[in-house]
């Protein structure tokens, strides 16, 4: 087993850790604060013979990715947020079609063209679908390099697992931060599933017995009995696959919630109340979809201030509410355009709601 370190940014130690969960094509456009991705994936997919292609847009990439999906590869594309907008419509074709494929969003400030600074502005979008129609996608969010790694990483199994997309969202200052890591280990293409289900037996004379895949279905029952049945599986994601870190939760004053750069910020707010003698307890969801409901709806059920930090205006915290129906008061600190929250801010913002 592989412990040795290396130093990677987040962006790289993504691109690596695809190639290495088997990844065999790459379509992405240039857009920062991703652009490490593809730069890493021209040089390195076609190093091993793998197929990359810098598409003419990114509607052209996540189209690209569609198609080789169906055609049997692991696939891959990357953006940053106004890009991952342009790529909606083809991701509800995904998810209509039950096609897995992997979607890396290096998140930045919003909305529009915004700017290139890190944000998380971009949760609603990840995490009710994001497109048009009745869908999920499985949102996983690192808050380190080493978890940009083992996230994508297993990205690739769970997309193949369910037969559906799954979005890798962290924001931009992740993605550009360098950090020692363990590489995952490189598996062998041979050992991936068999994908059974994809487009072709179009031999000859076998045309009635072709494997089509498609999103449309223009008898409504038929549809709706379609959605019903993946909306039964998103039952089993919800099962299965629901992740959350929490830390001092059980006997603290103060709890604060955040994922991703905001979680780090609250690790150190919650050094500093340490230091203070002040109890307080971080809960971090990890899947933004399915999101931990139930554990942060035990720990609301004591009562205590909740204080949700993000880095945009109030996103998580709708999530927070539904989690606690009530029963814990619920604050935000949000900060958007690039704005990031500092350790003494939440710092001081918790003490204030427990009249310290």
């Known amino acids: 087993m592989n412990t040795a370190k290396v130093l990677m940014k987040g962006n790289e130690a993504i691109a690596e850790s695809a190639i290495r969960a088997g990844c065999t094509a790459y379509f992405g456009y240039p857009i920062t604060p991703q652009n490490e991705i593809p730069a890493y994936m021209s040089f390195h997919m076609l190093e091993k013979g793998r197929i990359f292609i810098q598409a003419e847009s990114e509607i052209g990439a996540m189209v690209m990715v569609y198609g080789a999906s169906c055609a049997g590869a692991r696939a891959m594309t990357s953006s940053s947020s106004p890009g991952i907008s342009l790529k909606q419509e083809c991701i509800s074709y995904a998810a209509g079609a039950d096609v897995p494929c992997v979607v890396v969003n290096v998140s930045r400030g919003g909305p529009g063209l915004g700017s290139i600074a890190p ?88 045309r009635e017995n072709a494997i089509h895949i498609t999103s449309i279905d223009l008898v409504p029952e038929e549809l709706e009995a379609k959605s019903k049945a993946r909306f039964e599986k998103y ?16 006997d603290a004053d103060v709890i604060l919630v955040a994922y991703g750069t ?38 609301g059920d004591r009562g205590k201030p909740i204080l949700t930090v993000e880095m945009s205006l109030g996103q998580l915290v709708e999530d927070v509410r539904l989690s606690v129906l009530g029963k814990s008061p619920v604050h935000l600190l949000g900060h958007t355009g690039g704005v990031i929250p500092t350790e003494e801010e939440v710092f001081e913002k918790a003490k204030k709601l427990i009249g310290a």
């Open 119 to 206: 944000a998380q502005g971009d949760y609603f979008q990840a995490t009710r679908g994001g497109g048009h129609g009745d869908y999920f996608t499985i949102v996983l969010a690192p808050k380190s390099v080493q978890e940009c790694a083992d996230f994508t990483y297993e990205a690739f199994d769970l997309a193949d697992k369910y037969r559906m997309p799954v979005i890798v969202l962290l924001d931009g200052m992740i993605g550009q931060m360098a950090e020692g890591i363990v590489l995952p280990q490189m598996r062998d293409l041979k050992d991936l599933p068999k994908r059974d289900w994809v487009a072709g037996n179009m031999g000859k004379n076998k």
């Open 235 to 250: 039952e089993v994601v919800k099962k299965n696959e629901m992740r959350f870190e929490e830390v001092d939760c059980k």
């Open 262 to 299: 905001s979680a780090r910020v609250c690790m150190g707010a919650k050094k500093l109340a340490d230091k203070a003698g002040i109890k307080v307890g971080l809960f971090r969801p990890i899947t933004l979809w399915p999101f931990p409901y139930e554990a942060l709806g035990k720990v």
